[in-house]
């Protein structure tokens, strides 16, 4: 199996969700250029979980393996 043709681009801005609580992620995503944070609410306030930057592969493992809902 070839990745190329399986692969699109998919553009997003500052502040724009790539994923939100509750959705099933069957992507792989790699970040061209930028930063991307994960995060989690608790008591009414954004928790940081995880940052990344260029060149890094994102992906969610349970959801992407289990077919579960990310958190």
């Known amino acids: 199996m ?4 399986k692969t ?5 801005s500052k502040g ?4 939100k609580a509750g959705q099933v992620n069957t992507s792989l995503y ?3 250029t ?7 609410e608790k008591d009414g306030r954004e928790v940081n979980a995880w940052f990344l930057g ?14 579960k809902h990310g958190r």
């Open 8 to 12: 699109s681009v998919l553009l997003k």
């Open 16 to 19: 724009d969700h790539l994923l």
């Open 2 to 5: 070839r990745l190329i043709p």
């Open 30 to 32: 790699v970040l061209e």
């Open 54 to 67: 260029e060149n890094e592969l994102i992906w969610s493992i349970l959801p992407f393996y289990q077919n």
């Open 34 to 40: 930028g930063f991307i944070r994960a995060y989690f």
